[in-house]
């Protein structure tokens, strides 16, 4: 059973399109995040959920909007895609925020052409 | 915020020797410090974690130390093995919310 899935696992798309990234977690966990890790492998945080309330917003894009429609669901919608928007977007879960282990999902691999 | 700094960014070694990475970070408040492995192309999972009340913790070849005054903490494998290679994180917490904050991690290659 996989803890914490996310679709689809590769996307890619045009420039100017808009795109969806889907995360579910069974874990039962309160607290979900996204994370974008570009070409050299950095890990950013941009987004953390808690309870369904947003709680993190990092310096993103507004182009990008996560909708939590529940504690076990975090989508992150993406408009006008850019070519700097190309990465591996990370969904993960963990109970609480600060001294819990995330989980993270397998990852999207997303390339914009 | 918290920055957490991490060094190397690649180290090679050979099978069977030791190898370390280092992270810094600069909130006082930091108390928990996890550190994550990355193989090529799948997801970053736990390895082990410590909390600010001890100063080491061990599971089997894999140690992490912690010296709170100097604000550092480091990853310690021994015996390494080819299955160790991959890129390694480590993180503390930072901000309002306590979020973790990760280090720009490190590419550990072990050659056979």
């Known amino acids: 059973d996989t803890a914490v899935s996310q679709t689809p696992k590769y996307l890619v798309t045009q420039m100017g399109n808009d795109k969806s990234i889907k995360c579910e977690q069974n874990l039962g966990h309160d607290t979900m995040y996204w994370y974008k890790q570009d070409s050299k492998k950095f890990l950013k945080i941009m987004f953390s959920?808690?309870?369904?309330?947003?709680?993190i917003n990092e310096t993103v894009p507004n182009r990008f909007s996560p909708k939590s429609p529940d504690k076990a669901h975090l989508n992150l919608h993406i408009n006008s895609l850019e070519l700097g928007d190309s990465a591996v977007y990370f969904c993960?879960?963990?109970?609480?925020?600060?001294?819990?282990?995330?989980?993270f999902g397998a990852g999207t691999r997303l390339s914009v052409l | 915020g918290e920055n957490v700094e991490q060094h190397p960014s690649t180290l090679s070694v050979q099978e069977g020797d030791s190898a370390v990475i280092k992270c810094t970070y600069s909130?006082?408040?930091?108390?928990?410090f996890p550190w994550y492995k990355q193989e090529l192309g799948k997801r970053p999972q736990l390895i082990i974690d410590?909390?600010?009340?001890?100063g080491e913790k061990k599971d089997q070849r894999i140690a992490v130390t912690l010296n709170k005054t100097a604000k550092h903490f480091s990853l310690h494998i021994t015996e390494t093995q080819p299955e160790d290679s991959a890129v390694y994180f480590c993180?503390?917490?930072?901000?309002?919310?306590?979020?973790?904050?990760f280090g720009s991690g490190t590419q550990l290659t072990v050659l056979p």
């Open positions: 993180a503390a917490p930072s901000g309002s919310a306590r979020q973790l904050t």
């Open positions: 410590i909390r600010s009340n001890v």
């Open positions: 959920y808690n309870n369904k309330e947003l709680i």
């Open positions: 909130d006082s408040a930091s108390n928990y």
């Open positions: 993960a879960s963990s109970n609480g925020l600060s001294r819990n282990i995330q989980y």
